[in-house]
């Protein structure tokens, strides 16, 4: 696990960015595995920025979503709808930016009747796209990575899940502040990638940033791996991860000197993998 430690939130922005261009110029047709929040939209912003200015080109990239809330999301007959869905999020945020056709884009359905069969659909939609290449993850203030709240198996595949009330405190800001609309209107339940699910994408970067995440992002790096702090997972995870925190949050981990280091030194061998 490498675990970059950038000035601030733009830095971190920036660094992520980088990281996914590299892979879309290097794999045109890379599957990319998105989150949504306050956290990657500087991340998104960039990519936008580089499709615009430098033609970074996403038109053979697919994407999945990690997860849609239940009960909104997008109206089919009406694309990307003006609702508080995830879907809108991506297309307001995202993809209309960086122009990818639609039909590549993935966001689980939150309109589905069928929920339970529809996730395993999701899980087939990855496996037949390939699997995902590189999957972006932030993190919830309560550990979470994607909707898997405190309690989720380690090893949950795609699933419903009830959303807990600091979710739905934390979430509140995002969910009406660009859209507007009524507290009781938020759903107490989500489909969510699960944490099997996550792990198996060949390459993961996850995201954090400011104060009010430190002690979060300090115990799922640094405390037991534990269903309690689903993010946790990250210690399982066999492949090649790459944290990028700014100064902030990462003010509580105990071993920030080491990080920095690892940096350096791989820095000066040329074998950092951004
Ligand atoms: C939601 C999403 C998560 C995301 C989290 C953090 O709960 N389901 O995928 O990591 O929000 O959001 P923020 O980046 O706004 O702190």
Not at 67 to 91: C, T
Not at 99 to 115: A, F, N, S
Not at 223 to 243: D, H
Request: with cysteine; glycine share 10%.
């Amino acid at each position: 696990m490498d675990v970059l430690i950038r000035n601030n939130y733009k830095d971190m922005s920036l660094c992520a960015a980088r990281i996914i261009a590299a892979l879309v110029r290097e794999k045109p047709n890379a599957v990319l595995g998105l989150p949504t929040g306050s956290t990657p939209i500087g991340t998104y912003k960039e990519l936008v920025r580089m499709h615009r200015e430098e033609g970074l080109d996403f038109s053979g990239i697919t994407t999945f979503n990690l997860d849609e809330y239940l009960g909104i999301g997008k109206d089919l007959s009406k694309p990307y709808a003006q609702d508080q869905s995830y879907a809108r999020f991506m297309w307001e945020e995202l993809f209309k930016g960086i122009e990818i056709p639609l039909e590549q884009t993935h966001v689980p359905d939150g309109w589905t009747k069928t929920p339970e069969a529809y996730c395993a659909q999701y899980e087939d939609a990855i496996r037949q796209a390939g699997g995902i290449d590189l999957q972006l993850l932030g993190i919830g203030g309560n550990g979470h990575w994607g909707f898997n709240e405190p309690g989720t198996s380690l090893a949950s595949r795609t699933q419903v899940v009830t959303l807990t009330q600091q979710t739905l405190d934390d979430n509140w800001a995002l969910f009406y502040s660009k859209a507007g609309g009524r507290r009781e209107e938020m759903p107490h339940f989500a489909i969510t990638m699960g944490i099997g699910t996550i792990l198996e994408a060949r390459r993961i970067v996850m995201l954090a940033s400011g104060s009010g995440k430190a002690e979060i992002v300090a115990r799922a790096l640094e405390g037991p791996v534990t269903a309690q702090v689903t993010a946790s997972a990250i210690q399982l995870y066999p492949g090649n991860t790459t944290v990028i925190l700014d100064e902030e949050v990462a003010a509580k981990l105990s071993r920030i000197d080491y990080y920095r280091h690892v940096e350096r030194v791989k820095a000066q061998y040329h074998t950092l993998l951004y």
